[in-house]
């Protein structure tokens, strides 16, 4: 058995052994009937929640907004239509890492994945983490596993297939994929090897819509065009950690004196 597999049947144990269990539909976390807090709503708790209703009306009257003089209904719809559209790509992503693309799938990023190792013969995707100590439960598009003579290393990378990764997100992205590796160096706290195991945030694997020009209502992206993925390489994280630190040992803080139950 390989060191990867004997890692997975690791954590699928552990996933057993506290009663871990992901509901799709709700997208909801629970450990031993107890819903946990997912790693998306962890990391963004100090930031106000996304209002669309409100955005949406300001965006239409914003002359410098793409959506100006859209209506805020068609905007929402529109956004949801993105949303569903982004899982689609997830979706075609974790289909390709299982060995389970249709013949009808045209999977044209395949190439730029290959490029940096990622591949169905080293990688799980979609896998989900949680921790009994904070609560918590996530999952990551791709874990990556490199094995040398010495070491296992395994590093968690993310698809996103927003607008842009700029200023304004890329610190959220960071600490979605710090989190995760913190969560999994939690549940392999106990896991003998010969090797050293080192786990690291790798990619922020921006795969955008291309946009056009706006020209009437819904009719600003094409639905299933998408930009040559890019690779962006999480290498300057330090920053961050403090931060996400303090959210950590607030959350501690808050099971431990009974808040959340």
């Not at 819903?35 to 708790?45: E, N, P, R, Y």
């Not at 859209?70 to 997830?90: C, D, V």
């Not at 950690?241 to 959350?251: D, H, N, V």
Request: aromatic share 12%; with cysteine.
């Amino acid at each position: 058995m390989t060191e990867k597999q004997r890692i997975i049947n690791h954590l699928n144990d552990y996933k057993k052994e506290v009663g871990y269990a992901f509901v799709p539909d709700q997208h909801q976390h629970w450990m031993d009937g107890k819903k946990l807090m997912s790693v998306t709503q962890f990391i963004h708790q100090d930031k106000e929640p996304f209002d669309a209703i409100n955005i949406s009306e300001r965006c239409s009257k914003d002359t410098s907004s793409i959506y100006y003089k859209i209506e805020p209904e068609q905007i929402r719809l529109y956004w949801n239509l993105r949303t569903r559209l982004g899982t689609n790509k997830h979706a075609q992503v974790e289909r390709w890492l299982k060995h389970n693309l249709s013949k009808d799938d045209i999977f044209t990023e395949r190439s730029y994945f290959e490029e940096h190792n990622i591949i169905p013969e080293n990688t799980v995707s979609e896998f989900e983490f949680c921790s009994e100590k904070y609560m918590l439960g996530g999952i990551a598009d791709i874990v990556q596993f490199v094995e040398t003579d010495d070491k296992i290393k395994i590093y968690i990378s993310d698809v996103k297939t927003t607008n842009e990764v700029s200023d304004w997100n890329y610190e959220g992205f960071v600490r979605q994929l710090l989190t995760l590796s913190k969560l999994l160096n939690m549940m392999l706290f106990d896991f003998e090897s010969d090797k050293k195991i080192v786990i690291r945030p790798k990619y922020i694997i921006h795969i955008k819509p291309i946009q056009k020009e706006v020209r009437e209502g819904l009719d600003i992206w094409d639905l299933e065009a998408f930009e040559p993925p890019l690779f962006i390489k999480v290498d300057n994280y330090n920053d961050f950690i403090p931060r996400l630190k303090k959210l950590f040992e607030k959350r501690f803080e808050e099971i431990k004196n009974g808040y959340i139950k």
